[in-house]
């Protein structure tokens, strides 16, 4: 039985492990079951069998991708503060890592909208908001009468946000964490206590210098392109006349 299990989960891995190569080489979740079977050197009926869907495989990669997420969080070293911070750096610095395979997984279960991706608020993803809320609480950094559920649905709904608009290729990952962390200094400071206000107010001040700096440095750009002239086009010379000296 033991046998039997531990092929079961090297099925899975090949299948997993499989559709990740191959959203990272075309940036797209639109492969075949039949090229993600070829693939995993499985038969096209084993991807149905072992998880129902394609859907189903892409819930299971993004869980695992919130797994390796949930371990880089572990290695924070910062105060319960800063850490709702740097859990946003994080998550842009792994996309940025392989920003076509997580464009493409992201899509993909966005783009489904059943409960699989509603369960992307009330699953993992909601857990770990909510712990890095009940820590700050604990630590006096935010109220107590913060209701942890309601504050962390909240964050979650402001990163995801931003990280569609990145996935609509809307915003580059420098823009998106720089949107991310003004909107949590804005949510954080309306429950703020008085140990943390200054700090909350002081990054959301910053963050609104460097978003209006980045938007004006877009914006001259743009217009420099536009400005530029397009080279003329060169006369073909005329033939058949030899020049007159």
């Known amino acids: 039985m033991a046998t039997r299990e531990q092929a079961k989960h090297q ?5 997993m492990h ?4 191959l959203m990272q080489q075309s940036g797209t979740a639109g492969f075949s079951m039949r090229g993600l079977a070829e693939l995993a050197d499985v038969s096209i009926a084993t991807p149905y069998n072992l998880f129902g869907s394609k859907q189903a495989i892409m819930i299971a990669i993004l869980e695992t991708e919130m797994q390796i997420y949930r371990a880089e969080l572990e290695r924070i070293n910062a105060d319960e503060l800063e850490s709702l911070f740097k859990a946003v750096s994080i998550a842009t610095s ?38 890095l809320v009940e820590q700050a609480i604990a630590a006096g950094h935010l109220a107590p009468e ?26 580059s990952l420098e823009e998106l964490e720089l949107r991310v962390h003004y909107g949590f200094a804005l949510a954080l ?10 700090r909350l107010r002081e990054r959301a001040v910053t963050m609104q210098k460097k978003l209006w700096r980045f938007w004006m440095k877009k914006a001259a750009e743009a217009a420099e392109c536009q400005e530029t ?17």
């Open 146 to 171: 913060t209701e942890p559920n309601a504050f962390a649905i909240n964050l979650g709904h402001v990163f995801f946000a931003c990280i569609l608009e990145w996935v609509a290729g809307q915003l």
């Open 18 to 21: 499989a559709a990740r190569t």
């Open 94 to 131: 792994l996309y940025a890592a392989s920003p076509g395979f997580y464009r493409a997984l992201l899509f993909s279960v966005y783009n489904d909208g059943g409960t699989e991706f509603r369960s992307m608020f009330s699953g993992t993803s909601h857990a770990i908001w909510k712990g």
């Open 189 to 198: 400071g309306g429950f703020a206590t008085e140990r943390s206000a200054g």
């Open 11 to 15: 099925r899975r891995e090949a299948i």
């Open 229 to 245: 002239p397009k080279p003329a086009r060169r006369r073909a010379p005329s033939g058949g006349g030899r020049a007159r000296s």
